[in-house]
């Protein structure tokens, strides 16, 4: 590109301000998951300061307060905070009692590039944008709102969260079983299904057919976890059970149990939790014994399994082949962690379990606040996974350094009473989130900002944007889409390519390198081993300007936007103006669009390509502010 000097030249303080975001955002994400050093036995597990693994406040402060310092300032609404709903109660009053200002309303072109991201994974289009800016309607953001969560766009997109949440891969369960286990997820958010019942369907599945046929897909989420023993074919059914427990547990309940599934808590865990201090390795095999009587075996390797219930329960006595061997006293009689509560061993256990955990409190505070962090960027409890049971109400008088860990414990518990109320609506709970004051907020903040006001929520913060949502925007701004084929995992009807990455069923259902090259730079979840891995780096800095997925997509060829500008009547001022609204979803600056006009009135195709390059470079692209 002739221009490419110039460009690299006026936007290089633009550029060195992504790298040293970037590299920040990075090694602060590091630092906060990173223990301290300590004595103990197993310390990359669990040493650390009393509340290990701390809440990553400073690290969300810091990254919202760079990022919206570089961004341009384009004002924010002239409507006035408002208490929407019960989030909006609880957040304001907290502020108000304590003496926080917070930010006000964020302008139409942010909350809509926002609200797109958050619930359907991506940027809305030049069209869409202008659309919702020009409506006059004073309730144009609820019902867009209510549009996104009622499309198709907003199941792809969620469906693949879930699939990430719960590590949905062929490698572990077998291709066909991704396949209806993927389908089944995303059915089940399309139809609103009752979390608590989409949960307690996959808790409680059966698989008897070897065949493996789609009314037993919601067995996926068992099958994920099982374990192999001395040989593939040998499967290790104490251990597969204690894997279902961990991954529960973290997942449904917010609660992290793998310490204690290897040694007692006491001279263990006393840094990292109040409330595992005083559990022993035999509650964590009482909660694996509701699993003790379920059978996961492998039928053809990767391919096919069946789960049924036909065990003769959990066994101390079994070897272990992923944690520390059991104390050999025999078979354990099923309880509930959380309550103590023993199962019926004459009634089916693992419909006790699932009763169980979808009723306790526990559940719906572990699941608003899991979805909470999606949309407000930090957790009521952060990590999200790591409640400490011993410090949830405020009202207790905890041992020193210990605090309650909710920042705002009633609205934890609101958010929880209404998600009940509401039948575990997924969608209403997003629906309440997205509407309320407290989302709407903006990210620009006027004023000294202070990091005590952080777990007020007094503004928005800022979060960079996911693998598939970098991937997804770039697809839509440019217009040049993957066309991706998926992969034959013996499907009874042809695949159809897709075009956005949510559509797949899994990161291996695509086959492309380039674009998987380009995902994991941006830290894409690897289902079999680790999850979403957070934090910039220079290399995805660099990768954004010279990786062929985005130089290819911004060059006037393969029927791209700018091909399609370049070749249509429309003047440059007007080409610059849908670039900028096809990519940073806001109009050029006066100084910027001056800018760009002496690169397209020189050369228009050159000009446009250049130009948009340098967009999706912008910190305003990467960021959803």
Not at 426 to 436: E, G, Y
Not at 478 to 499: L, M, N, Q, S
Not at 575 to 601: G, V
Request: with cysteine.
């Amino acid at each position: 590109m002739q221009h490419k000097h110039f460009i690299k030249a006026a936007f290089f303080l633009a550029f060195l301000a992504w790298v040293a975001v970037a590299v920040q955002f990075g090694t602060a994400s590091l630092q906060a998951q990173k223990p301290a050093s300590g004595k103990d036995k197993f310390p990359d597990q669990h040493a650390g300061e009393p509340g290990s693994p701390t809440r990553p406040d400073k690290q969300v402060s810091d990254l919202t307060r760079n990022v919206t310092a570089k961004l341009p300032q384009l004002g924010s609404s002239d409507q006035k905070v408002v208490v929407r709903n019960l989030i909006d109660q609880h957040l304001f009053a907290a502020m108000k009692a304590d003496g926080v200002p917070h930010a006000p309303l964020t302008n139409d072109y942010e909350f809509c590039r926002r609200v797109y991201l958050d619930l359907i994974g991506r940027i809305p289009t030049p069209e869409q944008l202008q659309a919702f800016v020009s409506n006059k309607s004073a309730d144009k953001r609820e019902r867009l709102i209510d549009t996104l969560i009622d499309s198709e766009e907003w199941v792809q997109q969620w469906g693949y969260w879930f699939g990430d949440l719960f590590r949905v891969c062929g490698n572990r369960i077998g291709n066909p079983t991704l396949k209806h286990f993927d389908a089944w997820i995303r059915q089940s958010l399309r139809t609103d299904k009752p979390y608590d019942r989409f949960v307690t369907e996959m808790l409680t599945a059966n698989a008897p057919n070897t065949n493996w046929m789609p009314d037993a897909a919601a067995s996926g989420f068992l099958t994920r976890w099982h374990v192999t023993g001395v040989t593939m074919y040998h499967d290790n059914y104490e251990d597969t059970a204690d894997e279902i427990i961990v991954n529960a547990s973290r997942i449904f309940l917010g609660i992290n149990y793998q310490c204690i599934s290897c040694h007692g808590g006491k001279g263990f865990l006393e840094k990292v939790s109040l409330d595992l201090t005083g559990k022993k390795r035999s509650d964590f095999w009482a909660m694996g014994a509701f699993f003790g009587k379920t059978r996961v075996r492998v039928v053809t390797y990767q391919d096919r399994y069946t789960v049924t219930e036909d065990g003769t329960g959990y066994d101390t006595k079994a070897t272990s082949m992923v944690r520390l061997q059991r104390d050999g006293s025999g078979t354990i009689q099923p309880a509930f962690i959380l309550t103590g509560e023993k199962a019926d061993t004459t009634k089916p256990l693992r419909q006790q379990f699932a009763r169980m955990l979808t009723t306790n409190p526990q559940f719906a505070r572990a699941t608003v606040n899991l979805v909470w962090k999606q949309f407000f960027g930090l957790g009521i409890v952060d990590p999200v996974d790591s409640f400490d049971m011993a410090r949830q109400d405020p009202r207790a008088k905890l041992p020193e350094p210990w605090t309650c860990q909710p920042t705002n414990d009633d609205l934890l518990n609101a958010l929880a009473g209404d998600f009940i109320k509401n039948k575990f609506s997924l969608k209403q709970l997003m629906r309440t989130m997205a509407k309320s004051s407290a989302y709407q907020l903006s990210s620009r903040f006027d004023g000294d900002w202070k990091e005590s006001f952080t777990p007020y929520f007094a503004r928005h913060y800022v979060r960079q944007m996911t693998a598939e949502q970098l991937h997804d925007s770039i697809c839509l701004a440019t217009e040049v889409f993957g066309d991706y084929k998926r992969r034959d995992w013996t499907y009874e009807t042809p695949i159809a390519p897709v075009k956005f990455w949510t559509e797949a069923s899994s990161p291996e259902d695509i086959g492309n390198g380039e674009a998987k090259g380009f995902l994991r730079t941006f830290g894409q979840a690897n289902r079999e081993q680790f999850d979403r891995q957070p934090g910039g780096s220079v290399l995805q800095a660099m990768s954004l300007m010279n990786n062929p997925f985005v130089t290819r997509r911004v060059q006037a060829a393969n029927n791209s936007r700018v091909e399609q500008l370049v070749k249509s009547a429309k003047s440059n001022a007007e080409i610059i103006d849908e670039l900028y609204l096809a990519t940073l979803s806001r109009h050029p600056l006066p100084q910027e669009k001056q800018l760009a006009l002496s690169w397209l009135d020189q050369d228009r195709k050159q000009g446009a390509e250049d130009l948009h390059w340098s967009l999706l470079n912008k910190l305003d692209f990467v960021f959803n502010y």
